[in-house]
């Protein structure tokens, strides 16, 4: 094995060297640890305010298994791992919901039937001669009579719906979210120095 690998390792003999830090598997290795410390934290019950539980509207095994996936391996960037997981709950708390509901969102459009994707926009066009108790020019209150209305419907060809849906479909909504937690890992296949400690006589 090359020195290279080692030059911060001491007298560590593996092929990366040495870390202060354990990794997210090793804090979290089953998502039922997770959600237990997840839901024992105050973000949980701050996303859900009008049930006053811990019942939260993301879901939640999906953001585990992906950071699990994502950073599994990866060593926290924090001595603190309490620190670690406050941050990453408030990182869920602040991103989360909005995340969830870009979810829910793509999965809406994904659904749409061609036919709705041909329906168009409607513009009614309403016409109303004074009825003799308007209201004066100086508000901005409308006339309540109609004497003739126009209606004009839109309906788009097949290939402009289809292409109104790809401008509007997103597949990196997830990639955006799990991109939030990178800073709480260390990003570098490196070990750390060594702590060096200082003795009083």
């Not at 934290?41 to 019942?55: F, K, L």
């Not at 990866?74 to 995340?99: L, V």
Request: charged share 20%; net charge negative.
């Amino acid at each position: 094995m090359s020195d290279s690998y080692m030059i911060y390792g001491g007298n560590d003999t593996s092929y990366y060297g040495g870390f202060r830090t354990r990794t997210f598997a090793d804090i979290f290795p089953k998502y039922e640890e997770f959600e237990t410390e997840w839901l024992n934290s105050p973000y949980a019950a701050a996303i859900a305010p009008s049930t006053g539980s811990a019942e939260t509207p993301l879901p939640l095994d999906i953001v585990y298994y992906s950071l699990y996936a994502r950073y599994g391996n990866s060593h926290i960037s924090y001595s603190d791992e309490n620190q670690f997981a406050m941050y990453m709950f408030m990182t869920i708390f602040q991103y989360g919901p909005t995340w969830a509901k870009e979810l829910e969102i793509q999965k809406t459009l994904r659904g749409l039937s061609p036919t709705d994707l041909k329906k168009g926009g409607k513009a009614v066009y309403n016409h109303a001669y004074n009825p003799g108790t308007a209201p004066s020019t100086s508000t901005l209150e409308e006339l309540l009579a109609i004497n003739d209305q126009n209606t004009t419907n839109y309906e788009k060809t097949t290939m402009e719906g289809y292409a109104t849906l790809l401008a509007l479909l997103e597949n990196d909504v997830s990639e955006t979210f799990f991109d939030k937690f990178k800073k709480l890992f260390i990003r570098v296949a490196a070990p750390d120095y060594p702590l060096l400690y200082a003795e009083e006589n």
